[in-house]
């Protein structure tokens, strides 16, 4: 499938030394690749799909964590 080979894609991608504009198009990003594999999931319920979400959700809120955090 090629969801599963994007978001094996996102997890390989460096989180390291990412501008501000990169950490948002990341975000979105993996909010897009979690919402077309949960659209297959609900017809296939293939536990290896949730897995890959739980994966990419967790990579996703470390983004989001750094992009909330307050600028100095």
């Known amino acids: 499938m090629e969801l599963l080979i994007q978001a094996q894609e996102f997890e390989k991608l ?3 030394n990412m501008s501000l504009s990169d950490r948002v198009e990341a975000s979105r990003t993996a909010k ?37 955090m307050p600028r100095v």
């Open 32 to 68: 897009e690749l979690i919402l077309n594999i949960n659209e297959v999931y609900k017809k296939t319920k293939d536990v290896e799909l949730m897995n890959v979400m739980k994966r990419l959700t967790a990579k996703k809120q470390k983004i989001e964590k750094r992009l909330k």
């Open 14 to 16: 460096s989180t390291a």
